[in-house]
């Protein structure tokens, strides 16, 4: 099935420690993205890449790292930078125009 | 910079009842695109529909139509018939679409519930 796969569902951080989401995608899209949700909030962009080997940071990209090695993927590490990093985090994807699709989204909670 | 603003915050309307939801944009630049998404109370993301700010003619997806006044900067989201699987949190975005792919701008929100 074609789509954007996002793991794990549920992740849960200790205090100090860096942490990776996984976003994978299958529909041949050119750039993908990462998104932050707080409860009852929109949704804020952390970073983005329109290419392989490239990428640039969003409005909200403290305390976070992604690399894009293949174009298919495009994960996002919660270094312990992040002072506040429970929230929900969606990655998407799209070509150079037009819709941008969304995976299912990852539950963050630092306990 | 680009800014969305949804003044709903909330809406209870009666199912099989049209909807409409506000979206006010704000942007220089001449080239970019609307979108609406919804989300469930599962947390994904699902794309409506979309407008291009140099579409002619208003876009339509099934039940969803948009209404966009370009003038006014307006691009409300009209939802027909409505039905109790509407309800969901409703999210008006725009990205700049002169070039590359630099993400949505998304707003606040409105939090929609269809009563029977």
């Known amino acids: 099935d074609g789509g954007i796969t996002q793991s794990p569902k549920y992740l849960f951080r200790k205090e100090g420690q860096n942490v990776t989401l996984s976003c994978e995608q299958n529909l041949n899209h050119d750039a993908m993205y990462w998104y932050r949700q707080d409860p009852g909030q929109g949704l804020r962009l952390i970073y983005y890449s329109q290419i392989v080997n490239d990428f640039q940071k969003g409005d909200i990209a403290e305390g976070y790292s992604v690399s894009r090695e293949k174009k298919e993927s495009f994960p996002l590490t919660v270094t312990s930078a992040q002072k506040n990093p429970t929230a929900f985090y969606l990655c998407?994807?799209?070509?150079?125009?037009?819709?941008?699709?969304f995976g299912e989204g990852s539950w963050l909670t630092v306990v | 910079a680009q800014k969305i603003t949804q003044t709903q915050p909330g809406m209870f309307v009666q199912e099989k009842e049209a909807v409409t939801l506000d979206c006010t944009y704000d942007t220089s630049d001449p080239s970019y695109g609307l979108f609406w998404y919804k989300q469930p109370s599962s947390g994904e993301m699902i794309f409506l529909i979309y407008q291009g700010s140099y579409d002619q003619q208003n876009a339509t997806e099934g039940r969803y139509s948009l209404n966009f006044q370009k003038a006014r900067k307006s691009a409300n989201l009209v939802i027909s018939a409505s039905q109790l699987g509407d309800s969901a949190m409703y999210f008006c975005?725009?990205?700049?679409?002169?070039?590359?792919?630099?993400?949505?701008?998304f707003g606040k929100g409105t939090h929609l519930i269809i009563q029977p």
């Open positions: 998407a994807s799209s070509f150079y125009t037009g819709a941008i699709y």
């Open positions: 975005a725009m990205r700049d679409t002169g070039g590359g792919a630099d993400g949505l701008t």
